[in-house]
């Protein structure tokens, strides 16, 4: 990152710095082949803006690198990397540079680039989830053989089976489930150093909780049976890593302070909707692009209000 093509953005460095354990953690559930994977997604990033940004005789950002990581921890473990490919090209180039690049995109590029691959690629992205390595974990291995390759996620097996997954099992991240949003523990570690250093919206993160426990605690009190208990649903799936690192991406989400809010609860009602409502069983990824394209309209509308509180 020390490129003089690049452009510092010591925010980016801190998110960064916040995902390093998730990244071994990702090593110890999943192999090797996970940092493979990374490596992989982050130069074609990097080489996709770059095509851009060349063009524009512009700095490549370093935004592009997170953008390349976080695209990578959503992805499950043994994706193909023809497919990872696609997908970072696509969330680059679709969800960054045709908006006029670093600073100017409405959507976030690394759920564009995801959501791409998921509808178009839906085998390996809701169906092929990985056991995790247990005991001296994936430091010595690859990737877990393929024969193992029976697990579902947590919310896949309680839609499918009813089956509850145990609760510790959720905090530690010994779960099926995406490369880096297995483990809650880890993830709520991360969301309290991003608030601590001021790179992470703390308005966001409380206000996607408040939208998702509060439906959440809604539908299962009255009884609606594809409404796990709300605790649970906030521990399974990608609703805390989306909540901490994709809904505040700062390019994407509302800057007014009461934006944040509502953009927050908006996700988290959108969250519970689509899981309890659609065939998706994680609905995080689609709720916040649903938020993302609401956010400018939500920031309009306040300083529009503000305005006409002051003159009235």
Known sequence: MNFSFFRKQQLMR??????????IASIFFFGWRTIALLIVVIITGIATEYFFANKRKQPVS????????LYTLTLPPTLP????????????TFG???FGGFGKNIF?????????????????????????????????????????ITSSTPMINFQANGILTPYIEMVIGNI????????????ILAAIYLIKTKTASWQIMTGVLIGFLSLSTLLYALGIPQVPPPIWGLLSGGVLFGTVYMATDPISAPTTKEGKWIY??????????????????????????IGNTFAPLIDT???EYKKRKVSA
């Not at 099926?176 to 993830?187: P, Q, V, W």
């Open 14 to 23: 801190r998110v960064l710095y916040s995902l390093i354990p998730i990244v």
């Open 301 to 303: 509308t306040i300083v």
């Open 176 to 187: 099926g489930g995406s490369i880096g949003e297995t483990s809650a523990i880890l993830i």
């Open 96 to 98: 960054k540079e045709l």
């Open 108 to 148: 976030n590029p690394a759920l564009v680039g995801r959501s791409f691959i998921y509808i178009s690629f839906a085998n390996p992205m809701t169906i092929n989830w990985t056991t995790p390595i247990t005991n001296i974990g994936g430091f010595t291995q690859w990737i877990i053989g393929v024969d193992s």
């Open 62 to 69: 370093e935004a592009v690198i997170v953008s390349c990581v």
């Open 81 to 92: 990397f023809w497919i990872a490919i696609v997908g970072i090209v696509f969330g680059i």
């Open 264 to 289: 927050g609860i908006l996700i988290g009602i959108i969250i519970v909707v689509i899981r309890g409502y659609s065939l998706f069983s994680g609905g995080v990824m689609f709720a916040i692009l």
